[in-house]
């Protein structure tokens, strides 16, 4: 007898590949789950509940950073980003692609923050202060795509 046992009750279900595309307030993109679990290489771990979560407080977050850049394209006439004239990329806007490449650094730097579990590889090998640096790498990505739509540098200076 191993001693091992496994009560498949407690392993959380993995995504059925139907969860809804979260809709945003009709100025920015809406954000469809399967394609950011894709691109963001989000484990099946990570249940759909908590996977919204982490979006609905990124799509916040990087709209607030947004605010005042919005109400002036609005003033313009824009009704929606995609609206917003950019040159576009792969058939997407550049404005489209950098805000979905913000609110994904920022909803996957808040799921590693909170879920510690997320980002570690299936053998544990990764340490938890290794996860730090990977917050700050993803919180800087989000950064600069907020930085770029706004059409600011990425320089920043630290004083001694």
Not at 56 to 72: D, E, F, P, S, Y
Not at 121 to 139: C, F, H, I, N, P
Request: glycine residues 8%; charged residues 25%; proline residues 6%.
């Amino acid at each position: 007898m191993s001693g091992f046992n496994c009560n498949p009750s407690v392993i959380p279900p993995a995504p059925t590949g139907a969860e809804p595309v979260i809709t945003n307030d009709g100025w920015f993109p809406d954000i469809d789950p399967a394609a950011f679990r894709k691109q963001m290489k989000i484990r099946d771990t990570v249940i759909p509940e908590r996977l919204r979560e982490a979006i609905l407080n990124a799509m916040i977050a990087i709209g607030n950073n947004l605010a005042g850049w919005r109400t002036a394209r609005e003033a313009e006439g824009a009704q929606a980003l995609e609206e917003v004239p950019a040159p576009r990329l792969g058939g997407a806007s550049r404005f489209v692609i950098l805000y979905r490449a913000a609110i994904g650094a920022e909803a996957k730097a808040g799921l590693v923050e909170r879920y510690r579990d997320t980002d570690l590889t299936g053998a544990g090998q990764r340490q938890v202060s290794d996860l730090d640096e990977s917050v700050g790498e993803l919180r800087r990505d989000a950064i600069h795509a907020v930085r770029d739509i706004l059409g600011r540098t990425r320089t920043s200076v630290e004083l001694l």
